[in-house]
């Protein structure tokens, strides 16, 4: 079966520090990768998505990248994070574009 | 613009106090629509998919429909356990695009 793995869980960082989140999945290949983040009390908005090696589309302009440098492999990246950075962050994947996508648990990135 | 929206924000019913939760969409090349479950400090957790107008899925006292322009969640004599924030999903050609979802409290 599939599983998706999101690490840290919890991530407290200063304000102008670089930023590294990385989503792995098992069990399958050529998987669709998403960067969701996620506001208090808010929807999922969507960051980044990838439909294959090297191949990024960006949703929103800011100060975070996405790098995907294996099939199963997703980064989220800043190299100086700012306080409106702060958020949940959610790794998604899925078999085709605009299909089912299976979340992992998330990290919940503090900026102070 | 595709969008999803639904209502309520929130929801608060006592234990076996069924109700609906509403999801509509504008969104052009539907590929689906989805229903999550979310708990607090989790990643959303896949419920069902819906593919065309009229179909309908059931699991345990969740009953998810679909229309045109909505899609329905139906919670039958729901339980305490059932509190959750439930978000819908629409797919396009490339992407889900989430509502803000409904927060659903059932009291005992």
């Known amino acids: 079966s599939q599983t998706i793995h999101q690490w840290p869980a919890t991530l407290v960082q200063p304000v102008g520090s670089p930023l590294s989140l990385e989503c792995t999945v098992e069990?399958?290949?050529?998987?669709?990768l998403y960067w969701y983040r996620q506001a208090a009390g808010r929807g999922l908005q969507l960051l980044f998505y990838s439909v294959g090696i090297g191949q990024i589309s960006s949703e929103v302009p800011q100060n975070l990248s996405a790098s995907r440098p294996q099939d199963r492999q997703f980064i989220l990246s800043s190299k100086k994070l700012l306080l409106s950075d702060s958020g949940f962050y959610l790794c998604?994947?899925?078999?085709?574009?605009?299909?089912?996508?299976?979340f992992g648990q998330g990290t919940r990135l503090t900026v102070v | 613009e595709d969008q999803v929206t639904q209502s309520p924000e929130a929801l608060r019913l006592q234990e076996g106090e069924s109700s609906s939760l509403n999801c509509s969409y504008t969104?052009?090349?539907?590929?689906?629509l989805f229903w999550y479950r979310q708990d607090p400090g989790k990643g959303p957790e896949f419920l069902f998919t819906?593919?065309?107008a009229g179909e309908e899925k059931e699991k345990e006292r969740l009953k998810a429909t679909l229309t045109k322009k909505e899609s329905f969640l139906h919670i039958t004599a729901p339980k305490p356990e059932d509190s959750a924030t439930y978000l819908c999903?629409?797919?396009?050609?490339?992407?889900?695009?989430f509502g803000q979802g409904t927060t659903l409290q059932v009291k005992p």
């Open positions: 998604a994947w899925s078999v085709d574009p605009g299909t089912e996508a299976f």
């Open positions: 819906l593919y065309s």
């Open positions: 069990g399958t290949s050529n998987p669709n």
């Open positions: 969104v052009s090349g539907l590929r689906g």
């Open positions: 999903a629409s797919g396009n050609t490339g992407k889900l695009i």
